[in-house]
């Protein structure tokens, strides 16, 4: 007798305007498996998901759990209904305790709060759950770890009895060890018949951890298939479609090969307290750094450094050969020093605002502002210019950022930089959080402006990457780089053991 389907979409369509993002959706997850869904960043995956957490009612199409047909119509009816997403930006209050986030709308007492009976509460659930968080229950969530926080939200999604979860890029910010501990966690869900939808980038990880696999591209289900039936290469043919993934593979097959050129930037015994300490580097025209290390190693320090926005305690900076002194990140830009943040949510982007507004922020007081007045066919010209050459979705600069898909905004991101003639770039990140055809687009910008005469640094958790981009590769640890050199010169697995001498590694896979 065949299991029923825990959930089934049947031609499940979503409109936005006259764009159609969603098309004919159909698939079914039984229970007891891990379904991964995979697709370019605006292939429709946002908006599957929103629509199954209710956020999107007014989809057409059928979808049914355990054989009923329901109408999802708000956040509250989803999680009653079964269904519980956890996505990449937790939805936790920083402020309020494990406890207090694990019964939140659900708070024990008709009177009065008791911080007694609520942890008492929150440690059954936890003992219910049968997933330990690892930590305290009185501990603020503000200072936990990406890690915790996700178990933190596991546990209070299967409090609610969720009988399919789903999980939008969970490894994004783990490190290995992290991430085999959340996979060990995905089993133990499968084998309570808990169906997990897993939304993932990190093709390696989806094949490893999930029984079946569905492919979207440009809102169409391409693949639906055992996962034992897929590869890397097929899924990304079925991602890309083959013509553009052998033209995004001949982009990135040969590197850059500008001869490096002067000295632009160079940091002497630079040091920001016990945060940055006795740095020296210098970036050359033509050149990518590349800055490997652990979470806390001084890599984001050294980014705000020298882009102006934190001030060093001592050292000094040289620009061309000249002492300089970056008050702000305004100046900096003016120096020709652009930075893209590891952030873009809440550092790099206004999610209220339009594409264009976005795209030509940086450049108003360079480039485009003359005697203070900036002509709008100039601003307009500039963000249509920047949309096209990244090949931003949906294509319209009056579109709002948070309507876009992550990968989407990064391009915006990364234009808004460009569009200030960045003869320095530093970038943290570059392509966290992004699917395989963003990466290597966003590689091949990343190489031409090397090409160009430009200087980067480079910031990733990606060891690909690093190695995929760099000339010259440092290593940072507690402050300090203490170890640069030519990327040639080092492989991947020294590399990582010297990233992993005093803590956990980053996933050289990520």
């Known amino acids: 007798m065949e299991t029923e389907p825990r959930l089934e979409l049947l031609q499940v369509s979503k409109r936005f305007g006259s764009a159609t993002v969603l098309r004919d959706v159909s698939f079914q997850l039984n229970p007891g498996r891990i379904l991964g869904l995979v697709g370019q960043n605006g292939a429709g995956k946002s908006t599957l998901v929103k629509i199954l957490a209710g ?22 009816q989803a999680r009653a209904a079964g269904i519980a997403v956890i996505y990449q930006e937790f939805s936790l209050v920083p402020e309020m305790t494990v406890a207090e986030n694990l019964l939140l709308g659900r708070e024990p007492g008709t009177w009065a709060y008791s911080p007694r009976g609520t942890a008492e509460r929150a440690a059954e659930v936890i003992k219910h759950v049968g997933i330990e968080i690892g930590v305290p229950l009185d501990t603020p969530v503000s200072g936990l770890s990406p890690a915790v926080k996700q178990r933190i939200e596991i546990v209070k999604a299967l409090s609610e009895e969720a009988k399919v979860l789903l999980m939008d890029e969970p490894t994004a910010r783990l490190s290995g060890a992290e991430s085999q501990q ?23 990880e989806v094949l490893t951890i999930t029984d079946w696999i569905t492919v979207l591209r440009n809102g169409r289900v391409i693949v639906s298939a055992p996962s034992g039936e897929l590869s890397i290469d097929t899924m990304t043919s079925a991602m890309l479609g083959e013509q553009l993934r052998q033209e995004l593979a001949e982009q990135t097959a040969s590197p850059h090969t500008t001869d490096h050129g002067a000295v632009l930037l160079e940091a002497e015994a630079l040091s920001v307290g016990l945060r940055l300490r006795d740095v020296q580097l210098q970036l050359r025209a033509g050149e990518i750094v590349g800055v490997a290390g652990l979470v806390g190693s001084g890599r984001s320090r050294l980014c705000r450094v020298l882009a102006g926005a934190d001030r060093p305690t001592s050292g000094r900076l040289l620009l061309r050969g000249k002492p300089v002194r ?22 790099a982007l206004s999610l209220v605002s339009s594409v264009k507004d976005n795209m030509v922020l940086m450049a108003l007081r360079k480039k485009l502002s003359a005697w203070g007045f900036v002509p709008m066919s100039r601003v307009n010209r500039l963000a249509r210019d920047y949309v096209s050459r990244l090949e931003v979705h949906p294509g319209n600069i009056e579109a709002t950022v948070a309507t876009l898909s992550g990968g989407n905004q990064q391009k915006v991101v990364v234009g808004k930089a460009l569009a200030t003639d960045p003869r320095i ?7 966290a959080g992004v699917d395989v055809g963003t990466k290597a687009q966003l590689h091949h910008v990343l190489q031409r402006l090397a090409d160009s005469g430009a200087a980067l640094l480079v910031v990733s958790d990606d060891l690909d990457e690093l190695y995929a981009l760099s000339d010259r590769l440092c290593l940072m640890r507690r402050g300090a780089i203490i170890w640069q050199g030519p990327a040639e010169s080092i492989d991947r697995q020294t590399l990582l053991q010297k990233i992993s001498a005093t803590g956990s590694a980053v996933d050289a896979a990520a």
């Open 182 to 204: 959340l996979f060990a966690i995905m089993r133990e869900l499968r084998d309570r018949g808990v169906g997990v939808i897993f939304i993932s980038h990190f093709l390696a």
């Open 425 to 431: 770039l530093i970038i943290d990140q570059p392509t």
């Open 326 to 347: 970056l008050r702000n990140p305004q100046q900096a830009l003016l120096t020709g020093i652009a930075l893209i943040p590891e952030d873009r949510k809440s550092q």
């Open 55 to 76: 956020l999107y009612p007014d989809y057409t199409g059928t979808i049914r759990l355990d054989g009923q047909t329901v109408r999802l119509v708000n956040p509250r």
